[in-house]
């Protein structure tokens, strides 16, 4: 008898100790812990051992819990890897984070940000400047890799370039990003926004994905305003139908760029040249889009607003972006008058 209770507090004694450890190694690794090195990049390189990166975690005060956490990797999780990059823990944070962070693996980003209506030259200008590569590229040889339309020929195998496949939005990108894959993403970004259903409503339109695309870079540079960009897309498609010139400036911008002449104004030459893009002399679309468009342009493009709207001119009085519509030349000549003395009137200012 008194061996059994002797067993018995044998075992309630192991019991106490194994819970206690068990309590123990649950908070130690559940618990975040502050540090002071949150705004530090802590580089972990390739080839480094798993307890050799948890020691120099601890010495940078990051792990402040290394035996359980070496402990827990032993017991119950023998094959994890601990990635090489840069890292940037932040405080407090507990060791369980600490090595779910080292497991996915980091490298130090930066954002590179497309605005709405760019180019492909501004895009290439600012690739070039913030992700050179390695050996260094220049913005001509990026535009150049932007003549690559085999990223595109699935959905677009008309187009000569990636105009207008560039999705302008905000990325993030590894420091050593090449060139190369920067444009890569972009494009893949440009199809993982065109819904499934768009597909149907080009062939609604009675245009080509190329065309509507085109239509959306227009829409993108005539207004900023996401209200009316469905009232833009209505003018643009009545004047197609009519067969009247577009006459959309911002063609004409597009055409010095080409020609790598734009200095930040229209100038008559812009104007009066003879070329595809003019659509002050063209008849219908130019041949191919003249910026990055974006979702709610497409979308304008692809569903424009039913109307009789044949010109707009920019609402002054509102000075917000937005334009007043007309569906007569009378009225536009109306317009038109009171926006140029106006335009006048801040010059003169």
Known sequence: MKFVRWLLALFLLAALITGGVAYW???????????????????????????????????????QAPLATKIYLRLFDPNAKLEAGDYLFPSPISPLEVLEQLEDGKKRTKTLTIPEGWTRFEIASRIAKEFPGEPKVTEQEVLAMMDDVSLIRDIDPTATNLEGFLYPT?????????????????VQQFKSIWEPEWDALVQKTGKTKH???????????????????????????????????????????????????????????????????????????????????????????????????????LNVEANDGSHHFYETGAEFSKGKAAYQRWLAKQRGN
């Open 170 to 186: 905000t990325y993030e990108f590894e420091l050593d990003e090449q060139p190369k894959s920067v444009i890569t993403k972009m």
């Open 25 to 63: 190694l649950y908070n130690a690794l559940h618990t975040p812990v502050s540090h002071s090195n949150a705004e530090q990049y802590i580089t972990i390189e390739q080839g480094l051992a798993s307890y050799t990166i948890l020691e120099r975690l601890e010495d940078q005060q990051v792990l």
């Open 211 to 313: 065309e509507i695309i085109i239509i959306a870079s227009l829409i993108e540079n005539e207004s900023k305003v996401d209200a009316e960009r469905k009232l833009v897309a209505s003018v643009i498609y009545n004047r197609l139908k009519g067969g009247i010139q577009l006459g959309i400036d911002a063609t004409n911008v597009y055409i010095a760029k080409l020609l790598g002449r734009w200095d930040g104004i229209i100038h008559k030459s812009d104007v009066e040249i003879d070329h595809p893009y003019n659509t002050r002399k063209i008849y219908g679309l130019p041949p191919g889009p003249i910026s990055s468009a974006s979702k709610t342009a497409i979308e304008a493009a692809l569903k424009p607003a039913q109307t009789d709207y044949l010109y707009y001119v």
